[in-house]
């Protein structure tokens, strides 16, 4: 009964055929789905976990209470938000850990509302604390270069002039430019990446490195770069079937990218895509990498 014998093997070959490609596919969805991180897109998270904003407020614009008790009684008194002193990442992590450093503890205690110490009292670990540090900085360049300068006129580059500019400049008008034509909005601080878009591939945007952001732009192709700033999406979901599959993904993403083709000059295109491909080089920037940066856009004030 020959038939019988072949259908006996061809089951089990079947089926093992189909469990073999739904693992398959469910590893690869694994892979590519796996949420990419940054120091700063992890402070953030962390920055919001460990309530800074309660006593510190999340801008310079938003300030909160405090009390202070003085030979008079109670005076009130408010609390500097994080951003308003330049900070180096090693007195960030000072104060996270400690809730205050030594030399200050004395006057600190004549405070209501006092800094926690998260990092002595077991809330958070000290590479934890790093991350937040980092997110820190990077919020804390707004002060200089974002708030204060967000309405200064853009210099009217050529292409020859950007492709012949010195890092400094670069990264000075690269990031100036960012801010105000709301890059960071959407893909973090310092295109650090990670701010939620419900029911996009990955549940967030991307940064401007890292492994997301060389998937989608063919290996950092400045090319590719100019087609996403200039029409808000990749070539990829322009043709073939896996761009009908990626094109569903981004039509149904809660925040689409907007295309700039008709907002900036061709130039200022130029200077952001080389701008992008510096940060990718970077790589997901440690707290220490972020006091260099602003740093570097220090000398160039
Ligand atoms: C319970 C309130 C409270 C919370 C929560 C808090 N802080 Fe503070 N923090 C303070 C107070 C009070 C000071 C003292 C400075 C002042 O009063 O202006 C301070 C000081 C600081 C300073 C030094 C300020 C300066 O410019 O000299 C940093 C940096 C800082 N905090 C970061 C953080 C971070 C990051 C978090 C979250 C991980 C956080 N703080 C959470 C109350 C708080
Ligand atoms: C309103 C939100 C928004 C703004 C503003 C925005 N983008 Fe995007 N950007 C996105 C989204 C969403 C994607 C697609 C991510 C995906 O498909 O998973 C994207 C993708 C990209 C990519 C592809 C690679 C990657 O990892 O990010 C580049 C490059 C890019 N944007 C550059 C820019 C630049 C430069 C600016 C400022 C001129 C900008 N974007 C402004 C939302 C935005």
């Known amino acids: 009964m020959p038939s019988l014998v072949k259908s006996r093997v061809a089951l089990p070959v079947a089926v093992g055929f189909v469990a073999a490609f739904i693992v398959g596919i469910t590893w690869f969805y694994r892979v590519e789905t796996k949420p990419e991180s940054s120091p700063v897109s992890r402070g953030a998270v962390l920055a919001t976990a460990a309530g800074c904003a309660a006593c510190h407020g999340s801008s310079i614009d938003d300030p909160r209470a405090n009390f202070r008790l003085s030979d008079s009684g109670w005076q009130p008194t408010g609390i500097a938000p994080i ?56 919020v804390g360049i707004k002060g200089f270069q974002g708030y204060d300068n967000i309405d200064e006129d853009m210099p009217d580059l050529t292409a020859d002039e950007v492709a012949a500019l010195e890092e400094g400049e670069l990264v000075l008008l690269g990031d100036r430019l960012s801010r105000q034509v709301g890059c960071y909005q959407c893909h973090g601080e310092l295109g650090q990446g990670r701010i939620d878009n419900p029911a996009s591939f990955k ?77 990718q080089r970077q790589g997901p920037m440690e707290a220490t990498d972020i006091e260099a940066f602003a740093d570097l856009i220090d000398e160039q004030l």
């Open 83 to 138: 951003w308003e002193e330049e900070h180096s990442a090693e007195s960030i992590i000072t104060w996270v850990t400690h809730g205050v450093p030594d030399s200050k503890r004395a006057r600190h205690q004549d405070l209501l509302m006092q800094m926690p110490a998260y990092g002595d009292d077991g809330h958070f670990n000290a590479a934890e604390i790093k991350d937040i540090a980092a997110w820190a900085l990077a």
């Open 203 to 279: 549940g967030y945007i991307p940064g401007f490195q890292g492994d997301d952001f060389l998937k989608l732009t063919a290996g950092g192709d400045p090319a590719e770069i100019r087609h996403w700033i200039e029409h808000g999406r990749g070539r990829a979901i322009e043709s073939g079937l896996l761009g009908g599959l990626a094109q569903n993904y981004f039509d149904a993403q809660a925040i689409p990218m907007p295309g700039y083709a008709e907002i900036l000059r061709p130039a200022e295109i130029d200077l952001l895509v080389a701008y992008v491909q510096w940060l």
